[in-house]
């Protein structure tokens, strides 16, 4: 296997644990598609839909030949993870404006998160290479994916969380899984660049996004989305934007197949930033050369508090092959989206419901229009933040909001039969 340095483009082969070249750069992954079959793939992949208790059954790992031609079996840790539903609903069409939204869960994966489609290509990648102890910096749904998928290999891991404005879930469930947890001063972005500093003489193997194993196990996020939709997908892909793999992996694997002949049309992808943590926005839409990092970052949305996003090359280059957009969105806007995301019954964290705020306002700035299609990638689970819910349905009248959602009801009369 070969990975290519995005910055001065020099190539190696990739067999040690290693996140940047000595230009500064990151690495991608180059696949060798030469021999791809794309009728033969199409078959393989309808025949896996069906496959049970083999690593096959995985919505990443169905995909293998995309992702990881080379990497034996016997590698692979996996937990079913992709396989999400991917929904419609009036409530969101009427609520952005939109024709139709088509509604990505990955919430819906096993640890909660999209992190799990490409966590489980980078811990079977560092399995491969030995490794035995896994590390990352996270606002907690990466820790979360990571410690779950340790605990499955029987490895340790190692996570380094913000000491403030993440979510209190995400933490528990990380330790819960039995990571060890360390609780820093500062933002993620601090917790990488330590990790890229000590990491190789810790003997560490990173599985954050700056391991470009996660990047290519999160491109099956638009591999099952285009396979589900018959292989025509909306004209837009709306993601959040935090750390950016999601841009990067979805724009790579946009890329894959459209120039393999999966699809005859590329859908132009739409990055959504949260007001108070835009830093990729303010450089895209400055036509700026280079990002300017942020150092408070603060969202409700915690996933996306990030002022230093390690992938914004590769999520730049993701908006330049698709003719793509960019735009940010206020705390309200997103925690109003979410509201309604959950009353659809799909339901998704803050960061998530971004992708919807950012519909509304991408078609009242005309860049969207109401008669085409958009597929949102919803990224964590409803009960990922708890907090949000609690501030957003009780705090501000609590007694009087409590007593409209939730009726006192007195079992020893008869009123029930006035309620119904
Ligand atoms: N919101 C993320 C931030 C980490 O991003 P990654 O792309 O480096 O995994 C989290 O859940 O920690």
Request: negative net charge; proline residues 4%.
């Amino acid at each position: 296997m070969k990975i290519r340095c995005i910055d001065c483009e020099k190539q190696f082969f990739f067999d040690r644990s290693q996140y940047r070249c000595s230009c500064g750069g990151l690495f991608d992954i180059m696949q060798d598609f030469k021999n791809v079959d794309v009728d033969a793939l199409k078959n393989l992949f309808h025949q896996r839909l069906s496959e049970r208790m083999t690593c096959y059954t995985s919505g990443v790992w169905r995909y293998k030949e995309l992702i990881y031609p080379e990497l034996p079996d016997h590698f692979i840790v996996s937990k079913n993870e992709g396989n999400t539903g991917l929904y419609t609903s009036e409530l969101v069409n009427q609520y952005t404006g939109l024709r139709k939204v088509w509604l990505k869960a990955q919430s819906e994966n096993p640890s909660g998160s999209f992190k799990d489609n490409g966590m489980t290509v980078a811990v079977s990648h560092g399995r491969s290479l030995g490794y035995k102890k896994y590390a990352c910096s996270s606002t907690g749904n990466t820790s979360s994916s990571l410690a779950m998928y340790a605990a499955m290999s029987n490895v340790e891991s190692y996570v380094f969380v913000p000491n403030q404005h993440i979510s209190m879930n995400k933490v528990l469930q990380t330790l819960a899984y039995g990571a060890k947890v360390y609780s820093f001063e500062g933002t993620y972005d601090d917790g990488i660049q330590f990790l890229e500093k000590n990491s190789e003489h810790l003997g560490l193997y990173v599985c954050n996004s700056i391991n470009p194993f996660r990047i290519e196990g999160q491109k099956s996020i638009v591999y099952e989305a285009a396979q589900y939709l018959n292989w025509e997908l909306p004209e837009w892909i709306i993601v959040p934007g935090g750390a950016l793999s999601n841009a990067s992996a979805l724009g790579k694997g946009l890329y894959d197949l459209f120039t393999l002949g999966f699809i005859n049309k590329l859908p132009r992808i739409a990055i959504i930033q949260a007001e108070g943590a835009s830093p990729f926005h303010k450089m895209f839409i400055g036509h700026e050369n280079e990002i300017e990092p942020e150092s408070s970052p603060y969202t409700l949305a915690s996933a996306l508090n990030i002022g230093n996003p390690p992938s914004w090359k590769k999520a730049l280059q993701s908006l330049i092959d698709t003719n793509g957009v960019s735009i940010s969105v206020t705390d309200e806007e997103i925690l109003d989206a979410k509201a309604i995301v959950d009353k659809s019954g799909v339901g998704c964290e803050p960061a998530s419901a971004a992708t919807i705020a950012g519909i509304h306002k991408l078609i009242s700035e005309r860049v969207l229009h109401k008669d085409e299609t958009a597929l949102c990638i919803l990224t964590g689970n409803i009960l990922k933040d708890t907090e949000i819910l609690n501030d957003y349905h009780l705090t501000d009248q609590v007694h009087a909001a409590f007593q409209n959602k939730v009726q006192p009801y007195d079992l020893t009369t008869e009123s029930y039969k006035s309620l119904f």
